[in-house]
């Protein structure tokens, strides 16, 4: 009784811890689908990072790491991440349509300097609306993920498979340093300040088509020089 009374006790501090985080869960949530389309569900991206946190609450040891959150905030966002992987969109749509479509933005945004609608992209690559808006929504999925799986699209990763971690890194460093100071910094508000393209384009004083631009050049150029 004394042992079950105990455990009890533990169980209910660990679900006090994380009660505490939940609201950090909530933002997290909230900042990732403010970078998503509106298919994908707020609700369904704070359940995801509320259970791992309940999760990593019950197992967290206080003696290995004395914050819980510092150990706690990548893992959860991860969780979230992995949900949006299992969604597996790009499975849906054509991947190779996925790509004419990058290639075809990027050249409608040089000479007109905002993006297409998706009717206007349907007549260049003559495909349907629907076929069109669909692959946009999973494009844009992808956008949110690391540049690892940003890579893999269009040919299952193959490329990556067969290319060293280090190796990567030094790709994406030599090809960013061809870039001027502002395009890096894109990047660097995009993927590791996690910030809007709105938010972004409020603080460089540029327009959001045109850092969409930018971020699609340069994951274009890292993947060429993959030879993806």
């Known amino acids: ?24 869960v909530r933002a997290m949530a909230f900042k990732l689908k403010e970078r998503l389309p509106s298919s994908v569900d707020f609700s369904d991206l704070s359940a995801i990072g509320t259970e791992e946190l309940i999760k990593l609450a019950r197992r967290y040891d206080k003696s290995l790491n004395d914050s819980f959150w510092g150990y706690a905030k990548k893992r959860v966002y991860g969780s979230m991440l992995d949900y949006l992987r299992s969604l597996d969109i790009l499975s849906r749509a054509s991947r190779k349509l996925v790509k004419a479509i990058d290639y075809a933005v990027e050249e409608y945004l040089l000479k007109h300097n905002e993006e297409p ?97 930018i971020h699609k050049s340069i994951i274009h150029k890292i993947k060429e020089s993959i030879g993806a």
């Open 1 to 24: 009784m004394i042992a079950d009374a105990y455990l009890d006790d533990i169980k209910h501090k660990e679900d006090e811890l994380a009660i505490a985080y939940l609201p950090a």
């Open 117 to 213: 609608t998706d009717l206007e992209l349907a007549d260049i690559l003559e495909e349907s609306v629907e076929k069109i808006h669909e692959a946009r929504i999973a494009s844009s999925i992808y956008t949110v993920m690391p540049l690892q799986d940003q890579l893999q699209v269009g040919d299952e990763g193959e490329t990556l498979a067969n290319i060293e971690k280090e190796q990567l890194v030094e790709v994406i460093k030599k090809v960013l340093s061809s870039y001027p100071q502002r395009e890096q910094m894109i990047m660097q508000l995009y993927y590791f300040e996690e910030l809007t393209l709105k938010e972004i384009s409020e603080i460089l004083s540029i327009t959001e088509s045109r850092i969409s631009q």
